[in-house]
Every structure is written in structure tokens, then in C-alpha cells.
T-cell receptor
Framework: RKEVEQDPGPFNVPEGATVAFNCTYSNSASQSFFWYRQDCRKEPKLLMSVYSSGNEDGRFTAQLNRASQYISLLIRDSKLSDSATYLCVVSANFGNEKLTFGTGTRLTIIP | EPEVTQTPSHQVTQMGQEVILRCVPISNHLYFYWYRQILGQKVEFLVSFYNNEISEKSEIFDDQFSVERPDGSNFTLKIRSTKLEDSAMYFC????????????FGPGTRLTVL
């Protein structure tokens, strides 16, 4: 089983729509969770950390389900600039530990 | 906004040659990392570095690889004898000391081994 598993997509979504991505992780001891975005041939950029209680940052909402080892990202009112690959990322501990990346889900927002 | 910088942006080398990739982490960060991403694949952890020593390394980080913090600002990755399969994007990242583990990535160095 992959350590972090994501649907690779692509997701082609009209501008203004809501889109949701899911991710599962295999290590039940994982403690830190993140969503990064990566534009083509660029570095991963931190989008948001994911907290146990769920968290929201503008149009973005992240949820964590530890029992199911499942992380989600919801993007509301999608914009053309949201087109990117979204990377689900976990690490084993809270501290300064290696990040384990999923392969990413590719999103294209269509005008 | 402070950012991680990396040089060069693109390095082309012949198989068997040594390369050094350079990074300047964010100035108040204490943890440094190298990751790589082979074209079309996921980002993979190579090594983490704290207090002038390696904290953790992956299976990829074999004897051909080494890291160094030669001065107060630079963090380098050396590949002693490059192989074709070392061709990838190499990302440097840094993080503050603390619980959040939020890591910030540099723009990467594209290494092409011929």
C-alpha cells in the first residue's frame, strides 16, 4: 500500500464550481498533515496545514479523519489561478520530520 | 516575505562528474532538508539536517550524497559521481524549530545527467 494515496485526476472543473480532493495515508502514527500546491515545474508551496478539528482558509477547507486515515481538501468558488497539482503530505511526528508526499491530484479550472 | 533560494536553477553534467547544489534557507530557520522529484513522479525525501549534522536520511541518500553547511547561510548537497538516474529536480526546504513542521521550499535545481 502506498504511504500517501491520491487520485491523480485530472479534474477539469468550470470556474466558480466547488471541487473536493481526497487522500488516504497508511501510517496510523502520522501526526502532521498538509496540503501543498505545485505548479508545473515549480516547487511545492504550502497551501495549508490540516488540523484534527478541520480548518478553513478563505475558499479552502481541509478536514482530517484519523479513524479512517483520510484527509480532504475542498475548494469553493474555484478560480482559474487554482489550476495546479495538489499534493497531500504527511509526516510521522509534530516536530521537524521528513515529509511524505502523495503523487498529487491535477486540477484544471476551465473558463 | 523571506524565501528559500537555490542555485543554479539548471545544472547539466556528464555521468560520473561531481555536482554541488546550493541553497540559502530562510534566515531564522534551523532545520534544512533536501528532496528530489524525478520528472512525472512524486516528491521524495533525501535528508534532513539540524545543528550541523544529519537528522535523518532516506535509502536514496547513499554514499554518493553528502550535505554540508559550509557557513552561516549556505546549505549544500553534493553528488560525488552522478548517474543518469540522478536526473531530477532537487528542492531544498527549511523549517523553524517547533511543532508545526511547516516546510518551505526553494525553487529547485533541475539536474540533467548526460
Amino acid at each position: 500500500r502506498k504511504e500517501v494515496e491520491q487520485d491523480p485526476g485530472p479534474f477539469n472543473v468550470p470556474e466558480g464550481a466547488t471541487v473536493a480532493f481526497n487522500c488516504t495515508y497508511s501510517n496510523s502514527a502520522s501526526q502532521s498533515f498538509f496540503w501543498y500546491r505545485q505548479d508545473c515545474r515549480k516547487e511545492p508551496k504550502l497551501l495549508m496545514s490540516v488540523y484534527s478539528s478541520g480548518n478553513e482558509d478563505g475558499r479552502f477547507t481541509a478536514q482530517l479523519n484519523r479513524a479512517s486515515q483520510y484527509i480532504s481538501l475542498l475548494i469553493r468558488d474555484s478560480k482559474l489561478s487554482d489550476s495546479a497539482t495538489y499534493l497531500c503530505v504527511v509526516s510521522a511526528n509534530f516536530g521537524n520530520e521528513k515529509l511524505t508526499f502523495g503523487t498529487g491530484t491535477r486540477l484544471t479550472i476551465i473558463p | 516575505e523571506p524565501e528559500v533560494t537555490q542555485t543554479p536553477s539548471h545544472q547539466v553534467t556528464q555521468m560520473g562528474q561531481e555536482v554541488i547544489l546550493r541553497c540559502v534557507p530562510i534566515s531564522n530557520h534551523l532545520y534544512f532538508y533536501w528532496y528530489r522529484q524525478i520528472l512525472g513522479q512524486k516528491v521524495e525525501f533525501l535528508v534532513s539536517f539540524y545543528n550541523n549534522e544529519i537528522s535523518e536520511k532516506s535509502e536514496i541518500f547513499d554514499d554518493q550524497f553528502s550535505v554540508e553547511r559550509p557557513d552561516g547561510s549556505n546549505f549544500t548537497l553534493k553528488i560525488r559521481s552522478t548517474k543518469l538516474e540522478d536526473s531530477a529536480m532537487y528542492f531544498c526546504a527549511s523549517s523553524e524549530l517547533g511543532r508545526s513542521n511547516e516546510q518551505f521550499f526553494g525553487p529547485g535545481t533541475r539536474l540533467t545527467v548526460l
